[in-house]
């Protein structure tokens, strides 16, 4: 089956050590996002690649980072990660042709502890 | 700019109760409005979705229909069973070519008890 996969699926870190997660996709969607959730809010989009161009979102610290070395993978790396980065981490992709109609299909996140 | 507003949770029914999930937006032109679900553990699923006024969309026997004179895209369902349990995210993405973003609302935890 076509899908998203995020690894890990779990990740602790110490404050201040950079970490990477990586999402891969089958589905040969030209989008992928990033999306930031802390419990009970709304997920937050960090940051998303149309094909190889990057759209950052104005309010992203600079700490946030992302890689996408091809179609098929994208990695989002924080430098030096805080308490307040303790969230889950979701990637999803789109197909992007019709704006209007942009369905996102997502991976099953990865959850980032920081000690 | 673009936001979506939705009740508050959690919301607890009892098997085979009516669901109603509100949903209002606030956006320029004509977006596409979409209901996720996030059963525990998982990403978020498409459920449904709606591109333009007075379509409705409708699976799993859950419909939401788009209102443009309310700005609102309520989510029901008429017999909700205890799979149904979930995270349920009202979101809308902007109309225009180029529209990427997806602007979520904070989410409406179901709990359905047997």
């Known amino acids: 089956d076509a899908m998203v996969i995020q690894n890990p699926r779990y990740q602790v870190t110490q404050f201040g050590k950079p970490v990477t997660l990586s999402c891969s996709q089958t589905?040969?969607?030209?989008?992928m996002y990033w999306y930031q959730q802390k419990s009970s809010q709304a997920p937050k989009l960090l940051f998303h690649y149309y094909d190889k161009d990057f759209n950052n979102e104005a309010d992203t610290p600079d700490n946030f980072q992302s890689r996408r070395p091809n179609t098929s993978f994208c990695f989002l790396d924080i430098r030096s990660p805080g308490l307040g980065d303790a969230a889950m981490y979701l990637c999803?992709?789109?197909?992007?042709?019709?704006?209007?109609?942009?369905?996102?299909?997502f991976g099953a996140g990865s959850r980032l502890t920081v000690l | 700019g673009n936001s979506v507003t939705q009740m508050e949770g959690p919301v607890t029914l009892s098997e085979e109760a009516f669901l109603t999930i509100n949903c209002t937006y606030t956006?320029?032109?004509?977006?596409?409005l979409f209901w996720y679900v996030q059963y525990p553990g998982e990403g978020l699923q498409l459920l449904l979705k709606?591109?333009?006024?007075?379509d409705k969309g409708s699976n799993k026997g859950f419909e939401a229909t788009y209102r443009k004179e309310t700005t609102s895209f309520h989510l029901e369902k008429g017999s909700v069973q205890v799979s149904d349990s979930a995270v349920y995210f009202c979101a809308l993405s902007p109309s225009g070519a180029g529209s990427y973003q997806l602007t979520f609302g904070k989410g409406t935890k179901l709990s359905v008890i047997p």
């Open positions: 589905l040969n969607h030209n989008v």
């Open positions: 956006a320029t032109g004509y977006p596409s």
């Open positions: 709606a591109t333009k006024a007075d």
């Open positions: 999803a992709t789109s197909s992007g042709g019709d704006a209007g109609a942009n369905v996102l299909t």
